[in-house]
């Protein structure tokens, strides 16, 4: 084994095992997306919630305090004067359980909510996915049509110069067919550079390009019920978590409790001149609404507002998003419709070459009437790979904005 040979073998030894395996089907693909980072992260945003949720339950931390009162300056001592004592102290804070429990209450909603929005952000993932391989198809299909163009141009060009030997002028055709030949061409090199494109978005979704078929596409049905729709619960979303904030301002209105506690221990004195026993205090605390006029009334009002702006755009998402399942509904039909078209005519076409083959055949017509009509169905059948990813990808998009198994 030469020393080029030896080198190859040892790097392929050395990347497989740090290689993963390509996914063989559109289902394991989709697993791959429920791992996506863009979907990790709104779920551990929504972890991050619940577990401020959790925490909101809990009380604030106590406080504990040791010193000295009534300290002498002029002597320090706590043997000579009858107020100086140690002193530890304890202070709990209790804010009312009804702002504890909406603050929490806040704080799940907005958890729930991040919830739906990771469902629609792997919809919307796989919604792009199927859009790309769609779109892979459509480019290599377009690609595999333009060369096949470029062949028949070819063959114009040897049947025009065998046509100029026979006396024939077609000298113009000649420039009609670079002119055209060079179109094709450069729609190649774009749809090359498309393909690159395509891939490296591919890269960004499953960190890979894949080798599978499309899978096949269902067209959903709508019974024009907003309330399957991912955008218009999300905004619903909205409106408990105002909701929410409507309950925690209405419980500012509630006191909030305090527990003190302060033990002191103090000297007899020298030779007994002021006995006495330690001393022990104890104070409950209540806060009282004294000033809600200026301070928890106006921030009620304020909740209250956003409530009713959040049920304002909740009800502006319901109409929006009908009118755009509406709308991309038709287009998602209407290319439907435009694939059968483009089949009828491609099946069209192919009977008008078999006829023109048959007329070359015999000697009634020449060879270019052929492979102009090839190329012409070469044009349809790129026309109808276009209209099938557009069909393809409407369809799947239609798909992602709705919620399975939700009916209200």
């Keep these: 084994m030469n020393l080029k040979k030896f080198l190859s073998v040892a790097a392929v030894i050395v990347i497989l095992p740090h290689s993963h395996a390509f996914a063989t089907s559109f289902d394991e693909y989709v697993e791959r997306l429920s791992e996506h980072p863009q979907v990790m992260s709104v779920l551990a ?67 729930e909510k991040h919830k739906l929005i990771a469902d629609y952000t792997r919809s919307r993932l796989n919604f792009m996915l199927i859009t790309k391989l769609a779109e892979q198809q459509n480019v290599k299909t377009q690609m595999e049509l333009i060369k096949k163009q470029l062949g028949f141009y070819h063959e114009l060009e040897d049947t025009f110069k065998g046509q100029i ?137 304020a909740a209250k507002d956003k409530e009713r702006s959040a049920m304002f755009a909740y009800e502006n998402m319901q109409r929006l998003w009908v009118q755009k399942m509406t709308a991309l509904e038709s287009l998602r039909d209407a290319a439907a419709k435009n694939v059968k078209v483009l089949q009828d005519k491609d099946h069209a076409m192919n009977g008008k070459i078999k006829a023109a083959q048959r007329n070359y055949e015999a000697g009634t017509a020449e060879l270019d009437g052929v492979l102009l009509a090839k190329i012409d169905r070469l044009n349809i059948q790129a026309q109808l790979a276009q209209v099938k990813a557009t069909h393809i990808s409407r369809a799947a998009e239609f798909n992602s904005n709705i919620v399975e198994g939700i009916q209200k």
């Design 165 to 301: 030997e026979s006396g024939r002028s077609v000298y113009q055709r000649f420039s009609e067919v670079d002119v055209e030949r060079a179109e094709a061409e450069r729609k190649l090199n774009d749809f090359e550079a498309q393909l690159v494109s395509i891939e490296a978005e591919f890269i960004r979704l499953i960190n890979e390009v894949p080798k599978i078929e499309i899978p096949k596409i269902i067209e959903a049905s709508w019974n024009q019920n907003s309330y399957e729709l991912y955008p218009v619960l999300i905004a619903e979303q909205d409106v408990d978590i105002a909701k929410k904030s409507v309950g925690i301002a209405g419980a500012a209105f509630l006191p909030n409790f305090g527990v003190n506690a302060v033990y002191k221990q103090r000297e007899d004195g020298q030779n007994g001149g002021f006995a006495g026993d330690d001393w022990f205090s104890v104070q409950a605390q209540i806060t009282l609404p004294l000033w809600a006029s200026k301070n928890q009334k106006p921030k009620l009002k």
């Design 45 to 111: 945003e929504s972890e991050a919630l619940s577990a401020q949720a959790q925490g909101a339950l809990g009380l604030p931390d106590p406080t504990l305090s040791i010193g000295v009162d009534n300290m002498p300056v002029s002597d320090m001592a706590f043997d000579r004067f009858l107020p100086t004592s140690k002193v530890i102290g304890f202070n709990q804070k209790i804010p009312n359980p009804v702002m504890l429990r909406a603050k929490s209450g806040k704080l799940e909603q907005l958890s």
